[in-house]
Structure formats: structure tokens, C-alpha cells
């Protein structure tokens, strides 16, 4: 294959460079166009635009491959956990034993808050969203770890160690505090004797003489959650976080952009209307077939199937219906709602109109099943989602800070709007 591309824009022709991937992934690389020849892409959405070179994440939506750092989802769902996950997507490669414990030390020394922060929750009012006290704690986070958060790029590099450890642990604690804020609850402090997703769940549920100490089953569900969503390559939120690094802001700042990001519907709220979808079938008394005719017909929208990345399946949905079936086993639940699951699960795995048009259940699918099992409150699944992004959203950071060579981010525009006009005195206005 030739190593250039042709573009020809009336009479002149454009060399372009090609960029190829070490996955085989071709691109055509415009960084000179508008230099060149005046003209720019246009590509609303950026889908088809690469925005960065990146070692962290390989997506393959016509195979169903995701891949962190090399290492196939399947292999580190079976045999690896959040935190040791969280150090390959941040550091790109697997941790020895030495390197592990000391970073699960690191995070674990890290999860209590100033205790002035902890009056930073009672400004809130009582129905904040989860969302906006997350994204405005990480920022302010930031303020008690000057060095860290400092915007010199060298000094915050220097600090990032330590920076990673902080937000990975607190951004637990911040969450549990939110929701206890907000149910009018007194906050539960760590017990660093319980594992990353353990503690959590202690910090969120326990309560006066009535510790909550997580099964391993349910332990297992919320670890497997944290670390099918540690990083899926340049999304919304991901690459928000990039954009906002790019200007020279730090990294506490920055993730707090992407928790903003993520906040949107479109992206981090996928798995509320899975469960929102299930119970309006739920209260109907249906099992789920009615309501497939319906989206048939085009007239209900089924949530929760297909993907904008995924063309064929979501490897991680296969992980975690797997896992959502061990989970109701172990705690022994009736709820129906997982049987109405399993009925859309089947028929969009074995039906012509949904195997046809590729609907296959994703991720978001399962994972607000398994939320809801575990107890999590909706408007906290998208906090949920948030703890587990935290790792990729750091990584991206570091990989761009690390960048030499890298500028900041300015799309440019088509700009569709009035011709030059002349100012007129208001008196002169029709």
C-alpha cells in the first residue's frame, strides 16, 4: 500500500501522509491541509476523526474486541481485579507484586477526606444530583493538594503518583458521603480492612451497630462493573478530560470535566433507562413480549441494545450477564425485573428484526441490573460509572501531559451564519 493519500481540490492535488495503527488501523493524516491548500475537514461528531495517538485502549466494534493496553477484556474480567486494571490502563503495563501492593497502599492511605471538605456537602441542597457534587468535590479536591494541582505541567507530573492514588480512592468517598448527605444519613468512614469495591459499599450502607459487609458475590459484581468501564478509547467524557488537559489544566480539574461529560444522558445515563424501561414493562404485568411488538411497530424504544461502537456485540455485556446471573443466584432474589431481562436478552439474541438490525445488548444493559441488585440508587449509576471510568480518564491525562509535542485542542468551524452587516443606531431599525 502506498504511504500517502490524494486529495484533489480543483486543480491542485494534496498529498496527505497516512497513519497506520498497530492494530492495522488506517488514517489519513490532514494536520497540513488547511496550511496547504486553505480548506479544513468537516466531520460533526468527530466519528470519523482520529483526535490522538494512544497506547491505552483498542476498540474493534465489527469484532467485538475491547482491549486494554494489549490485554483482551475476557482475560483481565476472569483473572484480574479493578485496582490492578487501574494500574495498567494509568502505567501500560501489569503490575509485579511489589509494584501492586504498593499501589493498593497508596490508594488505601488515601480515602479519607480533610475533614473540612466534609462540610463542604452540607452547601449542597438536599436534591442536588449526585453528579454535580461529585464534579464540584474533585475540583475542590484539588485545592488541599496544592502540589499537585498546581496547572505547571512539571510540577504535576512530578506529584502525579500520588495525584492518581488520591482520586482513585477518594472519588469513592466523595460518592458515598454525596449519597449519605442526601438520604439525611451520617457519614460512614472507611475501614480500610475491606477491599476497594467492600469499603465502598460499607461507606455507602453501613449503619449504627448494623455494619454492611459486601458478600464476595456482590463484591465480585461491583469489582467486574468498576473494571469493564476503567476505559473504552476517546468517549464523550474521555475526551472531554483531554480537551480541558490540553489548556494546561490539572488533572483534578480535568477529570472533574469529565464527570460533567459523563452526567449527559446520552452518555453515562444508558443504564438508568435500561432500568427505567424494565419497570414501566414491570408495571404492566407484561413479561416483555408486548412490548417488543411494540418496538416492532416503532412505537417503544428498546434501551440498553446496540451500540454506536459495537456493530455486531458489546464483549463486556457477555462478562456481565454472566456475572448478573451469579449475583441473583447468590442473593436469592425473585424480581421479575431480571426475568423481563432475560426475555429481551433472548429475543434480541434469537429474533430476525433484532439480529438483523444488530441490537444486541451492551454493557448498559446488564449493569444497571446488577446496580439495582446491589442496592445503588438511580440517580447514583451514574456516579457508579464515574469510579469506574476514574483510571482512563487519569490515563489519558498522563499520556497527554507526557506529550512534547502536544498543542491544545481547537476544532475549527463551518460558519453558517449572516454576511457581513452594517451596525445601525437603534432609532434606524426597522
Given at each position: 500500500?502506498?504511504?500517502?493519500?490524494?486529495?484533489?481540490?480543483?486543480?491542485?492535488?494534496?498529498?496527505?501522509?497516512?497513519?497506520?495503527?498497530?492494530?492495522?488501523?488506517?488514517?489519513?493524516?490532514?494536520?497540513?491541509?488547511?496550511?496547504?491548500?486553505?480548506?479544513?475537514?468537516?466531520?460533526?461528531?468527530?466519528?470519523?476523526?482520529?483526535?490522538?495517538?494512544?497506547?491505552?485502549?483498542?476498540?474493534?466494534?465489527?469484532?467485538?474486541?475491547?482491549?486494554?493496553?494489549?490485554?483482551?477484556?475476557?482475560?483481565?474480567?476472569?483473572?484480574?481485579?479493578?485496582?490492578?486494571?487501574?494500574?495498567?490502563?494509568?502505567?501500560?503495563?501489569?503490575?509485579?507484586?511489589?509494584?501492586?501492593?504498593?499501589?493498593?497502599?497508596?490508594?488505601?492511605?488515601?480515602?479519607?477526606?480533610?475533614?473540612?471538605?466534609?462540610?463542604?456537602?452540607?452547601?449542597?441542597?438536599?436534591?442536588?444530583?449526585?453528579?454535580?457534587?461529585?464534579?464540584?468535590?474533585?475540583?475542590?479536591?484539588?485545592?488541599?493538594?496544592?502540589?499537585?494541582?498546581?496547572?505547571?505541567?512539571?510540577?504535576?507530573?512530578?506529584?502525579?503518583d500520588n495525584a492518581a492514588a488520591?482520586?482513585?480512592?477518594?472519588?469513592?468517598?466523595?460518592?458515598?458521603?454525596?449519597?449519605r448527605t442526601k438520604m439525611g444519613?451520617?457519614?460512614?468512614?472507611?475501614?480500610?480492612?475491606?477491599?476497594?469495591?467492600?469499603?465502598?459499599?460499607?461507606?455507602?450502607?453501613?449503619?449504627?451497630?448494623?455494619?454492611?459487609?459486601?458478600?464476595?458475590?456482590?463484591?465480585?459484581?461491583?469489582?467486574?462493573?468498576?473494571?469493564?468501564?476503567?476505559?473504552?478509547?476517546?468517549?464523550?467524557?474521555?475526551?472531554?478530560?483531554?480537551?480541558?488537559?490540553?489548556?494546561?489544566?490539572?488533572?483534578?480539574?480535568?477529570?472533574?470535566?469529565?464527570?460533567?461529560?459523563?452526567?449527559?444522558p446520552l452518555h453515562g445515563g444508558?443504564?438508568?433507562?435500561?432500568?427505567?424501561?424494565?419497570?414501566?414493562?414491570?408495571?404492566?404485568?407484561?413479561?416483555?413480549?408486548?412490548?417488543?411488538?411494540?418496538?416492532?411497530?416503532?412505537?417503544?424504544?428498546?434501551?440498553?441494545?446496540?451500540?454506536?461502537?459495537?456493530?455486531?456485540?458489546?464483549?463486556?455485556?457477555?462478562?456481565?450477564?454472566?456475572?448478573?446471573?451469579?449475583?441473583?443466584?447468590?442473593?436469592?432474589?425473585?424480581?421479575?425485573?431480571?426475568?423481563?431481562?432475560?426475555?429481551?436478552?433472548?429475543?434480541?439474541?434469537?429474533?430476525?428484526?433484532?439480529?438483523?438490525?444488530?441490537?444486541?445488548?451492551?454493557?448498559?444493559?446488564?449493569?444497571?441490573?446488577?446496580?439495582?441488585?446491589?442496592?445503588?440508587?438511580?440517580?447514583?449509576?451514574?456516579?457508579?460509572?464515574?469510579?469506574?471510568?476514574?483510571?482512563?480518564?487519569?490515563?489519558?491525562?498522563?499520556?497527554?501531559?507526557?506529550?512534547?509535542?502536544?498543542?491544545?485542542?481547537?476544532?475549527?468551524?463551518?460558519?453558517?451564519?449572516?454576511?457581513?452587516?452594517?451596525?445601525?443606531?437603534?432609532?434606524?431599525?426597522?
Amino acid at each position: 500500500m502506498d504511504n500517502s493519500a490524494s486529495l484533489r481540490i480543483g486543480d491542485n492535488e494534496i498529498e496527505l501522509p497516512l497513519i497506520v495503527g498497530s492494530e492495522d488501523e488506517h488514517a489519513v493524516d490532514t494536520r497540513t491541509l488547511r496550511a496547504r491548500s486553505g480548506f479544513v475537514t468537516f466531520d460533526e461528531g468527530y466519528g470519523n476523526t482520529g483526535s490522538c495517538l494512544s497506547k491505552i485502549t483498542f476498540v474493534d466494534g465489527e469484532k467485538g474486541i475491547l482491549r486494554y493496553c494489549g490485554y483482551p477484556i475476557e482475560q483481565l474480567a476472569e483473572k484480574s481485579n479493578f485496582l490492578e486494571v487501574a494500574f495498567l490502563t494509568i502505567y501500560g503495563e501489569l503490575p509485579d507484586q511489589d509494584k501492586a501492593d504498593n499501589f493498593r497502599e497508596k490508594v488505601l492511605r488515601s480515602t479519607n477526606l480533610h475533614v473540612s471538605m466534609e462540610r463542604h456537602f452540607e452547601g449542597f441542597p438536599g436534591n442536588s444530583h449526585p453528579m454535580a457534587v461529585l464534579s464540584a468535590m474533585l475540583n475542590s479536591l484539588g485545592c488541599y493538594y496544592p502540589d499537585m494541582a498546581s496547572n505547571n505541567r512539571q510540577q504535576d507530573l512530578e506529584h502525579f503518583d500520588n495525584a492518581a492514588a488520591v482520586l482513585i480512592s477518594k472519588v469513592r468517598t466523595i460518592a458515598a458521603m454525596s449519597y449519605r448527605t442526601k438520604m439525611g444519613l451520617p457519614f460512614n468512614y472507611p475501614d480500610n480492612e475491606l477491599g476497594y469495591s467492600g469499603n465502598f459499599l460499607h461507606m455507602m450502607f453501613s449503619q449504627p451497630h448494623h455494619p454492611y459487609i459486601a458478600s464476595p458475590e456482590v463484591a465480585h459484581a461491583l469489582n467486574l462493573f468498576l473494571l469493564l468501564h476503567a476505559d473504552h478509547e476517546q468517549n464523550c467524557s474521555t475526551s472531554t478530560v483531554r480537551m480541558v488537559a490540553s489548556g494546561g489544566a490539572n488533572l483534578f480539574a480535568s477529570v472533574a470535566s469529565g464527570v460533567c461529560a459523563l452526567w449527559g444522558p446520552l452518555h453515562g445515563g444508558a443504564n438508568m433507562a435500561v432500568i427505567k424501561m424494565l419497570e414501566e414493562i414491570q408495571k404492566t404485568g407484561d413479561d416483555g413480549s408486548k412490548f417488543l411488538d411494540e418496538v416492532k411497530d416503532g412505537n417503544k424504544k428498546l434501551m440498553g441494545f446496540g451500540h454506536r461502537v459495537y456493530k455486531n456485540f458489546d464483549p463486556r455485556a457477555n462478562i456481565l450477564a454472566q456475572a448478573a446471573e451469579r449475583l441473583f443466584a447468590s442473593l436469592g432474589s425473585q424480581d421479575s425485573l431480571l426475568d423481563i431481562a432475560r426475555h429481551l436478552a433472548d429475543a434480541a439474541l434469537h429474533q430476525d428484526y433484532f439480529i438483523e438490525r444488530k441490537l444486541y445488548p451492551n454493557v448498559d444493559f446488564y449493569s444497571g441490573i446488577i446496580l439495582k441488585a446491589i442496592g445503588i440508587p438511580l440517580d447514583m449509576f451514574t456516579v457508579m460509572f464515574a469510579i469506574g471510568r476514574m483510571p482512563g480518564w487519569i490515563a489519558h491525562w498522563k499520556e497527554l501531559a507526557e506529550n512534547p509535542k502536544g498543542r491544545i485542542h481547537r476544532p475549527r468551524q463551518i460558519y453558517m451564519g449572516a454576511n457581513q452587516r452594517d451596525y445601525l443606531p437603534i432609532e434606524e431599525r426597522d
